[in-house]
């Protein structure tokens, strides 16, 4: 299919081409720009530009790729940093320098790297669509080779093979690669849902301890600027517990994705003492990079997160801010000159964000397995103002929410999470499960818990009596509870202290909440407040 | 590619800073177009949208005196560039790129779209040298780095020209080294220009400035970010010089954008600024960074001023989502008369921690920096007791933080005119702790 264009504004145009389908990809222009058609009206196609427009003119050509915008799903995607539409980062900076230019185009996976391709089917074997033919190994991870067809195999290639490898051919003339595409807004096939049962260890005491999340579960991070969300995401998917991490880096800083490249090269996983990197994508589109592409980042990012998640691996995704992203849905929306709903966003902007949240969970795979996909999303509510739309739309389908507030950030209060506000609606499904192998788990959170309540209403009488007025007993709680948010909620993530096992964390709580009790026994006993905090202050930790 | 230039005089409609012309060819998207009036006045334009022969322009420039017969506008064929060279150095020009220091223009030796290109994120190296201000809040707790995007964010009536003013006469790199300011500035009134032009004066060649005043055409301020970062990019990336690109005052670009964004009848997003403010601001601070295997830098400084002191107003709000930390002026400080008036705890620069310590500036920057902050804050937590429940009612140690917090402000913060170098600055906040006992 091929037409002209007629009409540019901005990263939207208009052109005509017949046949076209809502969602198919084309390309436009003589650079050959990629291009999402998002609108028709009979012959006339609205197509959003993925890239920079800058010297786009009418009469040049548009074509179709005859299918929707899609990723390619293969061996040697993982330590890769990819843009919006999945073009690797590196490549291009190889062909086109330092500086991003417009209409480049590569593929995501280096197509020349052989893998040994490992099956036990044999040609006359007669298969059904989504069975196993075989697998490669991608460092230590098993991906299955499935039949995108059902049929008669007539042929098969065992040993070495590229992307391009044909595999298995089948009687009927289909030959299956190492790779597929998928198209990105279309959610991968699973078998069934399962509810989510297992924390998922971020290593930060306060989220492990007070707000779990659970594999397959969604936590946002709202936060105003200067609060953290970008250094706790950047520890977390350094330190969870997962076998993949797809990094997110939707409308953000490119300084920050340089920091993180920089660290992720030098770090180990913990688990299994590789490079960090080689659990790791990262898609990279900050925020002076094309907006359409933005908004399309994050399903290229889910779809590859679903692609591993099928494989039976426990996989997080991390999106850092999904209030760009919305922003980006806001730009493209007021081009179309579409009706305004809350604070300029599209009316759709709800249901758009429950098709993506919606993509996490834990499920049974099409081949059995059990796999799950966890997000954290940042949100950046304008002005910390949590009323607003896209805070507010994401609490609808978000199970824990880490609030990170501006005072304790000023205060160099980090992880600046709230502790007051934040909640997890996962809490007893974690508790029992570390009960189990931590013992006190349960019973010290609510002790916790309980003195951090009360030290927020003393606060309030302290501070028009001053401490000096308060009783004994309760200025020994302001201190122990002064203690918990210095020696237990505080945690540097530029230390060794980034990362804390659920052991570790329990140990901790245990002994400053015994610490209190010993002190509240000698207040009891008739010691002076002074001697019980000089004590309190000498054991160290 | 089209052989010749197109020249049009096909005019239909003039709007505001918009001219919409019929009966084109083939015209391009952010084309650069001539415009003549009739008086033979030129300026220049860029094509903002295309519809079939329909053309929307926005023009560089003062539309009074275009009218619909006899205007020519000449489409080019080209981007807007801005021309670059050596010959940049120690010039003052407008938003248009025209010599406002009766010189002639230097002659250029190469051009460059004024857009520029995003850097591909791969090709980013992390910022982690610092660039020495003289200013110890910022030297000292809120390190500048190379390749940094750090903000000042000001309120009406406070010192913000003189901290500007000091900051293009005394950044420099501690080690020394090739460097050049780049002042851009956007809405300046004649008044503050005249201090401004002062200190250029003895600045040598050391700047390149992009001075658009308050009486200018509204389109320049949007364009002269654009210029004085194509040159800081030049100097910064093809010639190797770290490259301090201070653009001040922001509020007055955010507002022309908004005046733009109205005219071509574009959705207002919170208090009528136009939804695509945050691409837009990012589009100028991104351009910050350090090339891998390249030597220079660009770094941004941009001033804005809250409206009404508040930093939850979109201005500030998004240019703190874009940057990396801010320095937060402060009406309280500035009234006890301390200067700079900064205000330490909500500043904040997200990229010193790579910049300081060992091998950097001394290696016990990062351990003096926390004991400062942590005892400044509880100092500023107990005034608040100390307001209602009065200093008597304080516990000893309590007072002696308090009295930390007023010695903090009036020997650390306040420096007056005076310079001080990254050692004086660690060396007069590890005086400050020792006299109260809180260095052990």
Known sequence: ?541 | MRLSEHAYQTVSALRGPLLFLEQTFAARIGELVTIISPEGRRMDGEVLKVDGGQVLIQVYGETQGLDCERTLVVLQDTVKQAPLGDGVLGRVFDGSFVPRDQLPMFIPERWAPISGAPMNPVAREHPEEMIETGISCIDGLNTLVKGQKLPIFSCAGLPARELTDQLLSQARLPGGGPFVVVFVAVGLTHFEYTYYRETLAGMEDRFVAFVNLADDPVVERLLAPRLGLTVAEDLGFRCGMDVLVIMADMTNYCDALREIATAREELPGRRGYPGHMYSDLASLYERAGRVHGRSGSVTILPVVTMPEDDITHPIPDLTGYITEGQIVLSRELHQKGIFPPVDVLPSLSRLMQNGIGPGQTRDDHRDLVNRLYRAYAKGCDLRRLEAVVGRDGMLEEDRKILDFADRFEADFVHQGDQRRSIDGTLDCGKQLLADFGLLS
Request: hydrophobic share 40%; net charge negative.
């Open chain 1, 1 to 541: 299919m091929k037409g002209r264009i007629v009409s540019i504004s901005g990263a939207t145009i208009r052109a005509d081409l017949a046949g076209a389908k809502v969602g198919d990809r084309v390309y436009v222009g003589t650079a050959r720009l990629t291009g999402e058609v998002v609108r028709l009206e009979r012959d006339m196609a609205t197509i959003q530009v993925f890239e920079e427009v800058r010297g786009l003119g009418v009469g040049e050509p548009v074509v179709s790729a005859g299918g929707p915008l899609a990723v390619s799903l293969g061996p040697g995607l993982l330590g890769g940093i990819f843009d919006g539409l999945q073009r690797p980062l590196t490549v291009l900076r190889s062909q086109g320098g330092d500086f991003m230019q417009s209409g480049q185009d590569s593929f995501p996976m280096d197509r020349t790297t052989e893998y040994r391709f490992e099956t036990e089917c044999r040609p006359g074997d007669e298969v059904q669509t989504g069975d196993p033919l075989g697998w490669v190994m991608e460092g230590h991870i098993r991906h299955p080779v499935l039949s995108p067809v059902g049929g008669r195999i007539s042929k098969i290639h065992a040993g070495l093979a590229t992307l391009e490898t044909p595999l298995v051919h089948f009687k009927a003339g289909d030959a299956v690669k190492l790779w597929h595409a998928w198209p990105v807004r279309q959610p991968r096939p699973r078998k069934t849902r399962q509810v989510p049962g297992v924390p998922l260890v971020t290593g930060q005491r306060c989220l492990d301890f007070l707000f779990p999340l659970l594999k397959g579960g969604v936590a946002i991070v709202p936060g105003g600027f200067g609060t953290g969300k970008t250094v706790l995401e950047q520890s977390i998917a350094k330190f969870a517990d997962v076998d993949v991490v797809v990094y997110v880096g939707c409308g953000e800083r490119g300084n920050e994705m340089a920091g993180l490249l920089d660290e992720f090269g030098d770090l180990r996983d913990q688990k299994s003492g590789r490079p960090l990197a080689e659990r790791t994508i990262i898609v990279a589109n900050t925020s002076n990079m094309p907006v359409a592409a933005r908004e399309s980042s994050i399903f290229t990012a889910v779809t590859m997160a679903e692609y591993y998640r099928d494989m039976g691996l426990d996989v997080l995704l991390l999106a850092d801010s999904l209030s760009r992203w919305a922003e980006a849905l806001r730009e493209i929306s007021s081009a179309l000159e579409e009706m305004p709903g809350e604070d300029g966003y599209p009316t759709y902007l709800g249901s758009r964000l429950a098709n993506f949240i919606e993509r996490a969970g834990v499920v049974e795979t099409t081949t059995g397995a059990q796999g799950s996909l966890t997000m954290i999303l940042a949100v950046s509510p304008p002005g910390a103002d949590f009323a607003e739309p896209v805070t507010q739309s994401c609490l609808r389908v978000a199970g824990t929410l880490w609030i990170l507030d501006t005072r304790l950030a000023h205060r160099r209060h980090f992880p600046a999470v709230d502790w007051t506000q934040s909640y997890s609606l996962y809490s007893e499904h974690a508790a029992s499960h570390f009960a189990d192998r931590h013992t006190g788990w349960g019973g010290v959170r609510d002790r916790c818990r309980d003195l951090l309540q009360r030290e927020e209403s003393l606060r309030e009488v302290a501070e028009v009596v001053g401490m000096e007025g308060l009783q004994e007993r309760d200025r020994l709680l302001m201190e122990m509870a002064e203690r918990i948010r210095l020696d237990f909620l505080c945690q540097n993530s530029f230390t060794e202290d980034a990362f804390s096992s659920p052991q570790a964390t329990v140990e901790r709580i245990t002994r400053l909440i015994e610490e209190y009790d010993r002190a509240l026994g000698q207040l009891d006993t008739g010691a002076t407040l002074e001697e019980v905090l000089r004590e309190a202050k000498d054991a160290t930790f």
